[in-house]
């Protein structure tokens, strides 16, 4: 057998390079490079690989180990998990900053390749600098908390041990099932050893990424289901977009004259203009969609996970006898709520289910003006929100309603966290598919501008826009430095509205007066942060940066500074001055919290009695 020397870092990088997949009899390569910061576990060992021998593979210097790995995620999402980067960090802090990013990636089912470094194998000069030590279990690092976060988890302690872990490592990342973070932990004497790999480890790879099909006697038992129902409604899910089912949901909706709701993670598989659209569903769902679930009788989820906000905390449905046909390729989702398991790939599940109920003629039975009636209502209130005026400044909703009239329709939007992502998934307008990127499976402060630079750098032909709030952006905005130097030009939208706004009115729907989520000074009288808010000049900050910045306090100069933004090359930050108190409210939905059983205040405890009465109207399973 012919076999090649490297050290296995070398090894590992020549593997990646070799790895494509294929979806529907068209290739692609997958692994596009490497995002890394390199410290003293990685440098002579990734690094010295990465310098001379990466083959095709492009290296990213990311500049906060969990932005560059929220990065490589929305890269991959924004691709349609058809092509990764692989992230590598130092020992110790350096790995474990990837933790939270690592399992946002596997909570959204999107495929990251993480390669953080790990303890001297040979254990000569323990311990190293950055070594995590336990005493009484020696064989534990920093690298061990990665296990419950990974679909994929090994430490790669001889050099040979690489080939095995490689493969397995694949077949996690190209599953559409199954995917989500993998994490190899190399040791960094590890890293440099050389071992004579046979040259076939070294192939073209092509991981063939199959369409689940469904199962005869599921699809003839889903369709008489369907049958029996007069009211059902249509969920769609992430699994729509990673299944490119765009089409099959909107034929299949029409087939049979079945409204379509939206996730977070589906919107935009629809457009928004689609007669059939309700909207968004849930916590931070339409009044449409919301009154639609209600009287539903048949619940057909299309990839979704079923999350809280999607359900209202398992309240949305109340109609007596509601049954649910899930959709989903991944089994344990396809399982939730106790619902008839339709465990396949959504286009193909879709098309199939179509063609056996169409012969039997089969129409929802909603009343021929009841959809557009609810539609047109929606509309209405989505519109007299956009157009808000407050004689105070600037509301969120009048914002975005400027912003959503100006974007192209193949502009990108990405969010994640904080008051926004119920705004957007009300309101916001998606005429085309991966349009709208919304993290809000782990609903993760910080990846919103990471998440751009992601997506610029997997649509560098589209323009990419972050809207962020204050409180987000504060915790992690260091990748705007990365897209600069990459020159992936990306916008972001600062709402500065003083604090973590969207948590200080939680606290209030729920008793509190407010407490410790606004950007204020401590108060000489009362010991508390409720003094004056402190003020940001988040324009200049980002010009220090490099970065070109507009800042924006009104309607005119909103319009102006997004004119402005579109002509720039380079990354741009809009700082928008908004009143706080001003997005939406919740239409017609409960969000379950935890409230005190007891509590000093009268306010809380009618917010306790409350809660308990929402959740005796809410599902057990």
């Not at 992502?421 to 910080?446: N, Q, V």
């Amino acid at each position: 057998m012919s076999t090649i020397r490297l050290t296995m870092a070398q090894a590992l990088l020549k593997f990646l390079d070799h790895q494509y997949v294929s979806l529907d009899g068209q290739e692609h390569k997958f692994v596009r490079g490497v995002m890394g910061i390199f410290g003293h576990g990685n440098v002579t060992g990734l690094g010295e690989a990465l310098e001379n021998s990466a083959g095709g593979l492009v290296y990213i210097q990311g500049k906060n180990e969990q932005g560059m790995v929220h990065a490589a995620a929305a890269y991959a999402k924004q691709k349609n998990r058809l092509q990764i980067f692989a992230c590598t960090s130092s020992i110790g802090p350096g790995a474990l900053n990837m933790l939270t990013a690592a399992a946002t990636a596997t909570v959204n089912r999107i495929p990251v390749l993480l390669l953080p470094s790990d303890n001297f194998a040979c254990r000569q000069p323990d311990p190293v600098l950055q070594q995590l030590e336990v005493p009484g279990d020696y064989t534990v690092s920093a690298t061990d908390p990665f296990k419950p976060v990974s679909r994929y988890w090994d430490r790669i302690e001889r050099p040979e041990q690489l080939m095995a872990a490689a493969l397995q490592a694949m077949r996690v990342l190209t599953d559409p099932a199954e995917t989500g973070a993998v994490t190899l932990a190399l040791p960094q004497d590890v890293q440099a050893e050389a071992y004579d790999y046979p040259e076939t480890f070294f192939e073209k790879r092509v991981h063939v990424i199959e369409r689940r099909p469904p199962a005869e006697e599921t699809l003839e038992r889903a369709a008489a289901l369907l049958a029996a129902k007069r009211r059902p409604l249509l969920i769609a899910g992430g699994g729509v977009h990673y299944s490119g089912a765009y089409r099959e949901l909107r034929e299949f909706a029409e087939a049979f004259g079945i409204p379509v709701a939206e996730t977070q993670a589906g919107k935009s598989a629809l457009s928004w203009e689609h007669p059939l659209n309700v909207g968004a569903i849930g916590v931070t769902g339409s009044l449409a969609a919301n009154r639609l679930a209600r009287k539903a009788d048949l619940i057909i989820g299309v990839g979704t996970r079923y999350s809280d906000f999607t359900t209202s905390s398992k309240s949305a449905f109340q109609e007596p006898g509601v049954q649910f046909l899930n959709i989903n390729v991944n089994a344990a989702d396809s399982a939730k709520l106790g619902g008839m398991r339709l465990t396949a790939d959504a286009k193909t599940a879709l098309a199939r289910l179509k063609a056996l109920l169409q012969p039997r003629g089969y129409r929802a039975s909603y009343g021929e003006q009841e959809i557009a009636g609810l539609r047109a209502e929606w509309l209405e209130e989505t519109e007299r929100l956009y157009r808000a005026e407050h004689r105070e400044g600037l509301a969120q909703t009048r914002a975005l309603g400027e912003i959503n009239r100006f974007l192209g329709p193949r502009d990108v939007i990405v969010c994640a966290a904080g008051s926004l992502p119920g705004d957007l998934h009300r309101l916001w307008r998606s005429a085309e598919p991966k349009t709208y990127h919304m993290e809000y499976g782990f609903s993760c402060m910080g990846y919103e501008v990471s998440g751009a630079f992601g997506a610029a750098l997997a649509d560098p032909d589209r323009e990419v826009y972050a809207l962020v709030g204050d409180g987000s952006y504060l915790m992690l905005h260091s990748e705007l430095v990365t897209s600069l130097q990459e020159r992936a030009k990306l916008t972001v939208l600062l709402f500065d509205n003083h604090g973590f706004q969207c948590i200080h009115n939680l606290q209030r729907e729920h008793g509190s007066l407010g407490f410790g989520n606004e950007f204020r000074y401590r108060s000489d009288q009362t010991g508390r942060l409720t003094g004056a808010y402190v003020p940001i000049d988040f324009a200049a900050y980002a010009r220090s940066l490099g970065a070109r910045a507009y800042t924006a306090t009104t309607v005119e100069e909103l319009r102006e500074a997004l004119r402005l933004a579109k002509q720039e090359t380079v990354a741009t930050l809009i700082d928008i001055k908004v009143l706080p108190g001003t997005g939406t409210g919740g239409y017609e939905s409960w969000w379950r919290v935890g409230v005190p059983e007891v509590s000093e205040s009268g306010r809380v405890r009618k917010a306790r009695e409350k809660m308990e009465a929402e959740i005796q109207s809410a599902r057990t399973i």
